[in-house]
């Protein structure tokens, strides 16, 4: 079945250190990708997204790549800030079904000024 | 513009007892879906409902069932509850049709089974 698996946590960096959190997928057929991002005391709010091979998602200067020749979509900032500590959820979806989402286990960030 | 309230906040039940969790998804949304977070997992769908009828449903057994009302609010109810329903269950809403996958979700209601 489709599944995600994300880096384990938690992370703890610096600010302004580079952040990496990986995410491989394994899916029939073509999946969207996205990251979500769940601030303490908030719901889950999508970050970013990418919908075919190649697309780049960015936001709030988070970037992923969908990467099918590795099976990846990993998350990347070049310099975090102490509000950016947060869970982040990879996860994957196919357009034109259901809005069935497949999330990995999460990534807990903790940036320390 | 209102976002995806959910209640309770927090409940305890023990178990073989019955649960509704409610939810009332954001202005302009007729598409709800529930999911189920366990702690340190991410989270699960149990099931989706469009127009008041269920449309996709996860691998959770039949008493997990759901409803949604004429305005779009929908209900979660689960009965013969076991400890490993113990979870954060989360309600996420989306404009009908857009399969964009940009859920917008709820802070949650956190279930505890004794």
């Known amino acids: 079945g489709d599944s995600v698996t994300q880096m384990e946590g938690p992370v703890t960096l610096s600010e302004e250190a580079f952040l990496t959190i990986n995410c491989t997928y394994t899916?029939?057929?073509?999946?969207?990708l996205f990251w979500y991002v769940q601030y303490p005391g908030e719901g889950l709010q999508l970050l970013l997204k990418?919908?075919?091979?190649?697309d780049k998602g960015s936001n709030k200067g988070f970037e992923a790549t969908y990467r099918k020749e590795t099976t990846s979509f990993h998350l990347e900032k070049g310099s975090v800030q102490v509000s950016d500590s947060a869970v982040y959820f990879c996860a994957l979806g196919f357009q034109g079904g259901s809005e069935k989402l497949v999330f990995g286990k999460g990534t807990k960030l903790t940036v320390n000024p | 513009e209102t976002g995806v309230t959910q209640s309770p906040t927090h409940l305890i039940k023990t178990r073989g007892q019955q649960v509704t969790l409610r939810c009332s998804s954001q202005s302009g949304h007729n598409t709800v879906s529930w999911y189920q977070q366990a702690l340190g997992q991410g989270p699960q769908f149990i099931f989706q409902?469009?127009?008041?009828?269920?449309?996709g449903r996860g691998n959770f057994p039949p008493r997990f069932s759901g409803l949604q009302f004429p305005n779009y609010s929908s209900e979660l109810n689960v009965n013969a509850l076991e400890l490993d329903d113990s979870a954060l269950y989360l309600c996420a809403s989306t404009p009908g049709g857009a399969n964009t996958g940009e859920l917008f979700f709820g802070e949650g209601s956190r279930l505890t089974v004794l």
């Open positions: 990418a919908t075919k091979a190649d």
């Open positions: 409902y469009y127009r008041e009828e269920e449309n």
């Open positions: 899916a029939t057929g073509y999946p969207s």
